[in-house]
Each structure stands twice: as C-alpha cells, then as structure tokens.
C-alpha cells in the first residue's frame, strides 16, 4: 500500500540552530498536511500544500510541497524550545471509493536549551 | 468553538472484555474519524464516519467497530480486548473528510492487561 516515508526519525538540534526534515510519498499526492504532537499531547493541525512547489511559512517555520507533489519538507529557523515536538507530514490515500490520510511515523525533535 | 473531545480520557481493562469510546466533534464536522496512536506503528487510521455512514475502514480486525448518531457524535467499541490494543485511541474531526486536515481530540490512552 501506500507509505509515507519521514526523515530523519529523530532530531536534537541546539536551541537557535536551523533543521530540516522530509516526507516522502511512494505516490503523487494531491495534498500534504503537517501536524504537530507535543509530548503527552494530541496531533494538531500545522498547515496543508496543494500545489506542486508551493511553499508556506508560519513564523520560524516553512513548508514546501515538492514539484512532483510526492515530497514535502519543514524547515525550522532558530530552534527554540517550544518546538519540541513530534512532526507528522500526512497525504490522502484512495480506498474504496473514499479517502483517507496515511501519516508518516513522525519525525521526533528535541533542543538543548 | 468547543474543540473536540473525547471520553474517557484513561481506560483500564483486561483481555477478553470489551470498550466503548465516545467523541464529540467540533460543531458543524460531520467526518469523524478514529485513529490508534502505538510507540511502534504510529498514527493508523481505524475508520470514518460521515452523515452516520461508514465511509471508509483501515486494516484493523472486526473486533474494532464503531457508529456515529445523527448529532455527529461517534462511538468506537473494541470487543475481546488483547494486550496490543493497549494505545492511545484519537478521534478527528474535519468540516470536509478523513482526506482533509483533521482536529483531533485529546484521545483517550487505553491499557490492557
């Protein structure tokens, strides 16, 4: 079936530093949406991309849909604290006439303060 | 708005039993979907109803089954209850369907013993 693919799993970066993570799709996607878990908490809904090579930013962070719509990344500016978190990218997969999202296994950040 | 929520927010049970789980949607979502959240398998999606009907369904065994009622609000039962059904059960809902961005409730964190 189809997968979601996340990398790196987990990250530790120093607070104020720059990261990159990526998300995979072993087909074209028509969207992807990111998510956010802080720990002990529920996923919540960061952003969704569309187009192919769209970009998004909220604040310190930028999105980007790739141009084949099957890759997505979350860059991180200046890591602070209250990033710390498990990032999930999801994308909608076909099944019997409806839709569903498939999560990646979520790309776990830590900073050191 | 009320987000959505989720009752129990803890659940204690031994094998062989079984559990019912409620969830409230956002006002004015009729998708309602379900997930179960493991260390090991990530976020998978169980089912989703939508305007009552179950609209689509993951690859989880008959034991799990769920319904929704006519105010939107949904219920999810796991009947003969094993040890790997210990997990954070995560209910979502979304204004357009499970293929769109989804608000989750708090969840509630089911053990087994």
């Known amino acids: 079936g189809q997968q979601v693919m996340q990398i790196p799993q987990y990250q530790h970066v120093q607070e104020g530093e720059d990261f990159t993570t990526y998300c995979n799709s072993s087909?074209?996607?028509?969207?992807i949406q990111w998510y956010k878990q802080r720990p002990g908490g529920h996923p919540v809904f960061l952003i969704q991309?569309?187009?192919?090579?769209e970009v998004k930013k909220q604040k310190r962070l930028t999105f980007q849909f790739g141009e084949a719509k099957k890759n997505s990344s979350l860059h991180i500016t200046a890591t602070q604290t209250t990033d710390v978190g498990t990032y999930f990218c999801?994308?909608?997969?076909?099944?019997?006439?409806?839709?569903?999202?498939?999560f990646g296994k979520g790309m776990k950040l830590t900073v050191n303060p | 708005k009320a987000g959505v929520t989720q009752t129990p927010r803890y659940l204690i049970k031994t094998r062989g039993q079984q559990v019912t789980l409620s969830c409230s949607p956002i006002?004015?979502?009729?998708?309602v979907s379900w997930y179960q959240q493991t260390p090991g398998q990530g976020l998978q999606f169980l089912f989703e109803?939508?305007?009552?009907?179950?609209?689509n369904k993951g690859n989880f065994p008959g034991r799990f089954s769920g319904r929704q009622f006519s105010n939107s609000r949904s219920e999810m039962n796991v009947s003969t209850l094993e040890l790997g059904d210990s997990a954070l059960y995560l209910c979502?809902?979304?204004?357009?369907?499970?293929?769109?961005?989804?608000?989750f409730g708090p969840g509630t964190r089911l053990t087994v013993t």
């Open positions: 006002s004015g979502h009729r998708s």
């Open positions: 991309l569309v187009k192919s090579g």
């Open positions: 087909t074209t996607l028509s969207n």
């Open positions: 999801a994308g909608p997969v076909s099944q019997g006439g409806s839709e569903k999202l498939v």
């Open positions: 979502a809902s979304s204004l357009l369907g499970a293929q769109r961005e989804q608000y």
């Open positions: 109803y939508f305007s009552e009907t179950q609209r």
